[in-house]
Antibody, heavy 128, light 110 residues
Framework: QVQLQESGPGPVKPSETLSLTCTVS????????WGWIRQPPGRGLEWIAY?????????NYNPSLRSRVTISLDTYRNQVSLELSSVTTADTAIYYC????????????????????WGQGTTVVVSS | QSVLTQPPSASGTPGQRVTISCSGS????????VSWYQQLPGTAPKVLIS???RRPSGVPDRFSGSKSGTSASLAISGLQSEDEADYYC???????????FGGGTKVTVL
């Protein structure tokens, strides 16, 4: 059974860097896409980024967050990490770790078809 | 404002059929597959529909998806009380270079 468990720092102050880790069990992160999606309080879903180990399109980032986001994979620990720098109160949200599956290709690029497994989410509050 | 447009709410009585629309454009739904997600209160989203109209294993067959041009729909047949949730459509947008989600539709069972 595949499980994703997010862990994070709790409250974060504005201008600091947010660091989250997702520990994956039941499957190796050398397969599938792995990424992050967030949900501000009372609002909808926003894709942040994903990474595919060893693929030609090895990483994809939401352009609106690209300059502040780093996503990385630790294959030894089977973990996916997210760093979001220079946070503001607008970054307050539930952060979900997700697995992307079912690859399809268009125009020479490949994408996951769905985000089929989600972690339970970790709440991050940005406050001074 | 979301790139994919969904009605904010929908409702029905038990047993009824409810349909949720998702309107996009040629750079997303018109070119890329649509998926649908159900988010029960206080829980993480769960995938309901992949590749426009496919149900992953374990999803009841009263959930169905369709797509025509730049719009997609999710239908719930035989509405049940446990279907009260938020529903989101999603697709890749090649103009934005990003996955995009609809704003979500809250389904209420009357």
């Amino acid at each position: 059974q595949v499980q994703l468990q997010e862990s994070g720092p709790g409250p974060v102050k504005p201008s600091e860097t947010l660091s989250l880790t997702c520990t994956v069990s039941g499957v190796s992160i050398t397969s599938y896409y792995w990424g992050w999606i967030r949900q501000p309080p009372g609002r909808g879903l926003e894709w942040i980024a994903y990474w595919y180990y060893g693929g030609s399109d090895t990483d994809n980032y939401n352009p609106s967050l690209r300059s502040r986001v780093t996503i990385s994979l630790d294959t030894y620990r089977n973990q996916v990490s997210l760093e979001l720098s220079s946070v503001t109160t607008a970054d307050t949200a539930i952060y979900y770790c997700v697995r992307g599956a079912g690859t399809y290709c268009r125009g020479g690029r490949c994408y996951p078809d769905i985000f089929d497994i989600w972690g339970q989410g970790t709440t991050v509050v940005v406050s001074s | 404002q979301s790139v994919l447009t969904q009605p904010p709410s929908a409702s029905g009585t038990p047993g009824q059929r409810v349909t949720i629309s998702c309107s996009g454009s040629g750079s997303n739904i018109g070119t890329h597959p649509v998926s649908w997600y159900q988010q029960l209160p206080g829980t993480a989203p769960k995938v309901l529909i992949s590749t426009d109209n496919r149900r992953p294993s374990g999803v009841p067959d009263r959930f169905s998806g369709s797509k025509s041009g730049t719009s997609a729909s999710l239908a719930i047949s035989g509405l049940q009380s446990e279907d009260e949730a938020d529903y989101y459509c999603a697709s890749w947008d090649y103009s934005l270079g990003s996955w995009v989600f609809g704003g979500g539709t809250k389904v209420t069972v009357l």
